[in-house]
C-alpha cells in the first residue's frame, strides 16, 4: 500500500506524520518505505540525522535517470538506503527537485513515479509519501501512483478553506488518472481539546460528510524533541500520549 500525506498548505505536519506512521510500520514488522518528494527534505533529515551523507542515492537520481537514455540497467530499489531504524528505507530528497520539475513536465515524465511504486511494491509492504505543500509534479505523480491520501488538518479557518480545494483536486486526479485513488482520510493534528475553536471545527467537518479520522493528534512539545534527536515517537517515547494516537491512528488506516 502506498500512501502520500497532502496538503497544499504548508506547516501543517505532513513530514511529522509521514515519519511517524512509517517508523509504526516498521516497529510492527512491516516492510516499510519513506519517499520524500519535498525540495526541503524534512523527512529525510527526521529519519537520517547524522548519518546521511552527501553522496548517498535519492530521489533526484531517480528523477535524473527518468529523464537520461543511460542503457545502464537500473531499477527503482537503486534510489533508497536504510535508515537506522530496523525494516525502515528511505528514499531521500534532493534540494535540486525544483530545478528538475521544468525538465520532467516538458519530457511529460509524470507516470514514471507509478511505475517506480509498482517495483517497489514488491519489496515493501508499506510505501509513505511525503510532498512538497503545493500541486506541482511530484505531488501529482505521486497521486498519480498511489492508493491512498491522508490529508494533514490544522484546526484553523485557512486550512479548512484550503481543504475543500485539495479534494477537489484529489477528485479531479481520481478522475482522470488514478481510479484507485482513496482519501484514507482527514488527520487532525495538533488537536487541543479544550479550547472551542478545534471542537467546533471537527464536528462541522464530521457533519459534512467528510472522512475524519480518530483519534486526533494532540499538540505535545515532545514532538520538537523527537525532530531534534531524529527519532520518531515510537522509538522517543513509546508510552507518550502521543505516540499511542498515533499507533491507534496507524491501525485505524489500515
Not at 146 to 171: H, M, Q, W
Amino acid at each position: 500500500m502506498a500512501l502520500v500525506v497532502f496538503n497544499q498548505k504548508g506547516g501543517v505536519g505532513k513530514s511529522t506524520i509521514t515519519c511517524n506512521l512509517a517508523a509504526i510500520s516498521a516497529s510492527q514488522g512491516l516492510r516499510t518505505l519513506v519517499i520524500d518528494l519535498d525540495p526541503q527534505g524534512n523527512s529525510s533529515s527526521y529519519l537520517m540525522g547524522d548519518s546521511a551523507t552527501d553522496d548517498q542515492p535519492d530521489v533526484g537520481g531517480f528523477f535524473e535517470w527518468c529523464l537520461s537514455y543511460s542503457f545502464k540497467p537500473m531499477v527503482a530499489s537503486d534510489f533508497v538506503v536504510d535508515t537506522p531504524f530496523e525494516g525502515l528505507r528511505l528514499m531521500a530528497s534532493n534540494p535540486e527537485l525544483n530545478e528538475l520539475q521544468t525538465k520532467l513536465e516538458s519530457r511529460q515524465k509524470i507516470f514514471k513515479l507509478r511505475e517506480a511504486l509498482e517495483q517497489l511494491a514488491e519489496d515493501f509492504d508499506r510505501i509513505y509519501i511525503d510532498t512538497p505543500p503545493a500541486l506541482n509534479f511530484y505531488t501529482r505523480s505521486a497521486l498519480i501512483g498511489a492508493s491512498g491520501c491522508l490529508i494533514p488538518f490544522d484546526c484553523d479557518d485557512f486550512s479548512r478553506k484550503a481543504l475543500y480545494t485539495l479534494l477537489e483536486n484529489v477528485a479531479e486526479i481520481r478522475a482522470d488518472h488514478n481510479p484507485d485513488l482513496e482519501v484514507k482520510g482527514i488527520v487532525v493534528n495538533q488537536f487541543q481539546p479544550r479550547a472551542n475553536l478545534p471542537q467546533r471545527m471537527v464536528s462541522e467537518l464530521i457533519a459534512e460528510g467528510l472522512p475524519v479520522l480518530q483519534p486526533y493528534l494532540p499538540s505535545s512539545v515532545r514532538i520538537r524533541e523527537s525532530h531534534e534527536q531524529s527519532l520518531p515517537m515510537v522509538y522517543l517515547d513509546p508510552n507518550h500520549k502521543l505516540t499511542l494516537a498515533l499507533c491507534e491512528l496507524h491501525d485505524a488506516i489500515g
